[in-house]
């Protein structure tokens, strides 16, 4: 079946330094979502990419998709306590079947 | 709008006995897909209803089966409980267009299996 895994899978930042998380394919992608799960709460829909090097912002959020669609990142400028939680890939293969990248989970040390 | 429910919040059942969950998706969404979360094996695909029909299936054994209604409202049933499945199930609505759509989740229902 398809995998996507991410990396890393825990990562620990003091606040406003960087951080970012990839995602990766052994196949093509046809396109990826980013989702954020809060702890304890449930995932919320960040962003979808769809074309093959596609980059794109929200606030201090920056996303990519890779040239080959096969792996994607996120990255975050300048961590803030409300940044904490866990981000997901999404890859779709066929229409609404999504397949969830293992997860990161960040933590921002005040 | 109002979010995508899910009931019951929280659920114990003991090996064994079966249990239905039930997910209201937002309004106007037609496909509503459920996914189990379990600390070891992430968010995983269990399957998809759209306009009443199974569209989508993951890969879980034939013990969890699911139904959507007219007004797009879904259950999904879990027969036999086996203690590993203990998860957070999670449904998502989304419009349900063809290629990905953006999904919506819910807030979740927590089993327990003693």
């Known amino acids: 079946g398809q995998q996507v895994m991410q990396i890393p899978q825990y990562q620990h930042v003091q606040e406003g330094e960087d951080f970012t998380t990839y995602c990766n394919s052994s196949?093509?992608?046809?396109?990826i979502q980013w989702y954020k799960q809060r702890p304890g709460g449930h995932p919320v829909f960040l962003i979808q990419?769809?074309?093959?090097?596609e980059v794109k912002k929200q606030k201090r959020l920056t996303f990519q998709f890779g040239e080959a669609k096969k792996n994607s990142s996120l990255h975050i400028t300048a961590t803030q306590t409300t940044d904490v939680g866990t981000y997901f890939c999404?890859?779709?293969?066929?229409?609404?079947?999504?397949?969830f990248g293992t997860g990161t989970s960040l933590t921002v040390i005040p | 709008k109002a979010g995508v429910t899910q009931t019951p919040r929280y659920l114990i059942k003991t090996r064994g006995q079966q249990v239905t969950l039930s997910c209201s998706p937002i309004s106007g969404h037609r496909s509503v897909s459920w996914y189990q979360q379990t600390p070891g094996q992430g968010l995983q695909f269990l399957f998809e209803?759209?306009?009443?029909?199974?569209?989508n299936k993951g890969n879980f054994p034939g013990r969890f089966s699911g139904r959507q209604f007219s007004n797009s409202r879904s259950e999904m049933n879990v027969s036999t409980l086996e203690l590993g499945d203990s998860a957070l199930y999670l449904c998502a609505s989304s419009l349900g267009r063809q290629g990905a759509d953006t999904q919506y989740f819910g807030p979740g229902t927590r089993l327990t299996v003693l």
């Open positions: 209803y759209f306009s009443e029909t199974q569209r």
């Open positions: 999404a890859d779709s293969n066929t229409g609404n079947q999504f397949y």
């Open positions: 196949t093509t992608l046809s396109n």
């Open positions: 990419l769809v074309k093959s090097g």
